[in-house]
């Protein structure tokens, strides 16, 4: 047995490892089919079985009303923010943005390339460490969406609450806190996520879109951008990611074994509940995110003096505590502890933390 470590990536991130041992067990043959899951049709119904399994769990696991489309497509939340505007945004409209952070300014600074973009809210005027509260947002009624980042992974913003957008459809990237717990998707227009941290390894982007809002997209929208074709082709208009769908597949499986959404929200919540408390308990470590605001998913937290980073780093190595460093554009410390980051990997985290406290502080 190889021994695994705790693994506090932003992305791609911790698997379960139940998952992987799956994939492991069935990697030659898959279901005695003589080969593996990557070298088949993805028209095979072999494969259109996985697929449509795949759909289902993920249905049932966030209570996907029937009519809403789930999309698996390619290109990662970033080719989204370009997607967005080009299947939503006719030209002569606008599309009102709130700005929480990294991400989010790269989907505004991408939509803007196809049309007039108004930053309904931002958090600047807070340093990012505050979510402004909807009282404080311009929204345009004539908009033709509000977009919006459920969780910024880099500077570990999380809205604890759905923006309320009228009858203008409210799209959010959630690529770092879907399924960590319940959410009403009811309330979207769209939602999607790129698959590398809660849902599989990387090279999908799955989205959930309302039926009534496909086939708008801009005639000069490439084929494979638009929404419509996608749901159209069951996301097979070309060769999708089959791996990536199957191993997600998997996850959303080990996920209803969990208690659903459900069971990761009240394992989350003590997770995060533990480290914030430590941090906040001790004079050594910092997280400036203000309470209501703190993301459950992404932790970062900062040092008593940032020259001991390097060897908080090298501590944590050797006790196989991996990638806790900060993004690189902010610096300082990061603890990613999505769903397949298991309690016990916190507890280490903090144990070492209390640890090297007591050594230098
Ligand atoms: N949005 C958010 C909130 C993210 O965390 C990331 C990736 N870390 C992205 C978008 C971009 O995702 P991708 O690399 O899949 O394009």
Redesign the pocket.
């Given at each position: 047995m190889t021994k695994r470590a705790y693994n506090f990536c932003?992305?791609p991130a911790a698997l379960p490892e139940a998952v992987l041992q799956q994939a492991q067990k069935e990697l030659l043959d898959w279901q005695s089919k003589g080969v593996s899951i990557m070298e088949m049709s993805h028209r095979s119904d072999e494969f259109v079985g996985v697929a449509n399994q795949a759909e289902q769990d993920l249905r049932d696991l966030l209570s996907i009303p029937e009519h809403y489309k789930v999309l698996f497509m390619q290109?990662?939340?970033?080719?989204q923010f370009a997607q967005i505007p080009l299947n939503f945004l006719p030209e002569s409209s606008s599309a009102d943005y709130i700005d929480t952070g990294i991400?989010s300014r790269?989907?505004i600074d991408e939509a803007r390339r196809y049309g007039n973009i108004n930053v309904a809210a931002s958090a600047k005027k807070y340093d990012y460490f505050s979510i402004p509260g909807q009282n404080e947002w311009q929204l345009n009624k004539q908009a033709a969406y509000v977009h919006y980042?459920t969780?910024?992974?880099?500077g570990g913003l999380q809205f604890d609450w759905i923006p309320e957008s009228g009858d203008v459809p409210l799209v959010a990237?959630m690529?770092?806190d879907i399924l960590s717990r319940p959410v009403d998707v009811s309330r979207f227009g769209m939602i999607y996520a790129?698959a590398?941290?809660n849902i599989g390894p990387?090279g999908l982007?799955v989205a959930i879109v309302r039926e009534d809002l496909l086939g708008k997209a801009r005639a000069s929208c490439p084929t494979m951008l638009d929404y419509k074709v996608a749901a159209d082709n069951g996301s097979m208009y070309n060769t999708p990611p089959t791996f990536s769908w199957y191993l997600s597949g998997l996850v959303f499986k080990w996920l209803k074994e969990q208690g659903g959404v459900e069971g990761m929200a009240k394992l989350n919540f003590e997770k995060q509940r533990l480290l914030y408390e430590y941090i906040d308990k001790s004079d050594f470590y910092t997280n400036p995110i203000s309470k209501s605001a703190r993301s459950w998913m992404n932790i970062p937290f900062r040092l008593a003096d940032a020259r001991l980073e390097q060897a908080f780093l090298a501590g944590a190595q050797e006790r196989a505590l991996l990638n806790l460093q900060g993004h690189r554009s902010v610096g300082g410390m990061r603890a990613s502890i999505y769903n397949a980051v298991p309690m016990a990997a916190v507890e280490a985290l903090i144990d070492y933390m209390r640890a090297f406290e007591k050594e230098k502080a």
């Amino acid at each position: 047995m190889t021994k695994r470590a705790y693994n506090f990536c932003a992305g791609p991130a911790a698997l379960p490892e139940a998952v992987l041992q799956q994939a492991q067990k069935e990697l030659l043959d898959w279901q005695s089919k003589g080969v593996s899951i990557m070298e088949m049709s993805h028209r095979s119904d072999e494969f259109v079985g996985v697929a449509n399994q795949a759909e289902q769990d993920l249905r049932d696991l966030l209570s996907i009303p029937e009519h809403y489309k789930v999309l698996f497509m390619q290109g990662g939340a970033s080719q989204q923010f370009a997607q967005i505007p080009l299947n939503f945004l006719p030209e002569s409209s606008s599309a009102d943005y709130i700005d929480t952070g990294i991400w989010s300014r790269k989907s505004i600074d991408e939509a803007r390339r196809y049309g007039n973009i108004n930053v309904a809210a931002s958090a600047k005027k807070y340093d990012y460490f505050s979510i402004p509260g909807q009282n404080e947002w311009q929204l345009n009624k004539q908009a033709a969406y509000v977009h919006y980042t459920t969780n910024e992974t880099i500077g570990g913003l999380q809205f604890d609450w759905i923006p309320e957008s009228g009858d203008v459809p409210l799209v959010a990237d959630m690529s770092s806190d879907i399924l960590s717990r319940p959410v009403d998707v009811s309330r979207f227009g769209m939602i999607y996520a790129g698959a590398q941290k809660n849902i599989g390894p990387s090279g999908l982007v799955v989205a959930i879109v309302r039926e009534d809002l496909l086939g708008k997209a801009r005639a000069s929208c490439p084929t494979m951008l638009d929404y419509k074709v996608a749901a159209d082709n069951g996301s097979m208009y070309n060769t999708p990611p089959t791996f990536s769908w199957y191993l997600s597949g998997l996850v959303f499986k080990w996920l209803k074994e969990q208690g659903g959404v459900e069971g990761m929200a009240k394992l989350n919540f003590e997770k995060q509940r533990l480290l914030y408390e430590y941090i906040d308990k001790s004079d050594f470590y910092t997280n400036p995110i203000s309470k209501s605001a703190r993301s459950w998913m992404n932790i970062p937290f900062r040092l008593a003096d940032a020259r001991l980073e390097q060897a908080f780093l090298a501590g944590a190595q050797e006790r196989a505590l991996l990638n806790l460093q900060g993004h690189r554009s902010v610096g300082g410390m990061r603890a990613s502890i999505y769903n397949a980051v298991p309690m016990a990997a916190v507890e280490a985290l903090i144990d070492y933390m209390r640890a090297f406290e007591k050594e230098k502080a």
